[in-house]
C-alpha cells in the first residue's frame, strides 16, 4: 500500500527548534574544547622554544670558549679571556634577559656595556608568562638571587659563576664534587604547569637538560 498523506508530512518534518539549539550548544561545546587544546599546544610549544634558547645559549658560549672562537675587538678578531652568559631581569621586573657575550670590556668578569654581545644569542621572555629560579647545589639546593653571569674560560674552557651585586660580582663558591652545580629552573607561570631545569656541572662546564634537581 501506498504511503498516506499523514505519514508523508511526518518524513517531510525538519528539526524542532530545541534539536537545532542542542545541536548548536555542543558546537560551541566542541569549538570551546578545540581552541583550549590549541592555545595549550601553542603555549606549550613557545614555552619549549624558549627553553631550548636559553639550552643553546649556553652550549654555544663553552663551545666558543673550547674552540677559542674570535670575535672583533676595536677592529681586530681576537680571542677574548672568556665567554659569558648573564642571566637576569629588567629594572622594573618585567622580562628576564639572556645575554650572551665576550668579555672584552673594561672591567674583567663582569658584564659591561663594552663587552661584545654575540649576534642571536639576546633573549628576553615575559615574566608574565615564565619564571627562572637559579640554583646553588654547594653544598645543598638553595636559591640564587638574580642578575647572575656564568663564565666559560676560553683555551681552558673553565667554568665559574656570579652573583652581580652592587659592589661588584661575588664568585658563588666552586665545589670539587663532580656532581655539584649551578641550575635554571624554567617554568611556566600561568596556563598548563610546565617545568624543566638547565643543570651546569660546575667541574666541567656541561650544561644537561633535566626534569628535576639532582
Known amino acids: 500500500m501506498g504511503r498516506t498523506m499523514k505519514n508523508d508530512r511526518q518524513f517531510a518534518r525538519g528539526f524542532t527548534l530545541i534539536e537545532l539549539l542542542i545541536v ?8 570551546v ?11 606549550t610549544f613557545t614555552y619549549f622554544g624558549n627553553y631550548k634558547n636559553i639550552v643553546s645559549t649556553f652550549r654555544t658560549a ?20 672568556r665567554y659569558g652568559i648573564r642571566v637576569s631581569e629588567d629594572d622594573i621586573g618585567n ?3 639572556i645575554d650572551l657575550f665576550a668579555d672584552t670590556g673594561d672591567t674583567a668578569l663582569e658584564f659591561d656595556g663594552r663587552d661584545y654581545l654575540i649576534p642571536e644569542k639576546q633573549y628576553s621572555i615575559n615574566r608574565d608568562l615564565y619564571n627562572i629560579v637559579a640554583w646553588d647545589s654547594n653544598p645543598t639546593n638553595k636559591e640564587i ?3 647572575i653571569v656564568f663564565f666559560y674560560e676560553t683555551r ?8 652581580e651585586e652592587k659592589l661588584g660580582n661575588v664568585l658563588l663558591p666552586k665545589a670539587n664534587q663532580r656532581y655539584k652545580y649551578i641550575a635554571l629552573q624554567f617554568e611556566t607561570a600561568s596556563g598548563r604547569y610546565v617545568n624543566r631545569f638547565l643543570i651546569t656541572f660546575q667541574v666541567s662546564g656541561l650544561p644537561e637538560e633535566y626534569f628535576e634537581l639532582l
Request: zero cysteines.
Open 33 to 43: 574544547i578545540a581552541l583550549a587544546t590549541f592555545f595549550n599546544t601553542i603555549g
Open 62 to 81: 663553552r663551545s666558543m670558549a673550547i674552540t677559542n672562537a674570535t670575535v672583533p675587538v676595536n677592529g681586530v678578531l681576537e680571542v677574548p679571556d
Open 24 to 31: 548548536l550548544a555542543m558546537i560551541g561545546i566542541l569549538g
Open 156 to 163: 681552558s674552557g673553565n667554568f665559574y659563576a656570579y652573583r
Open 95 to 97: 622580562t628576564y634577559n
Open 145 to 147: 638571587d638574580l642578575p
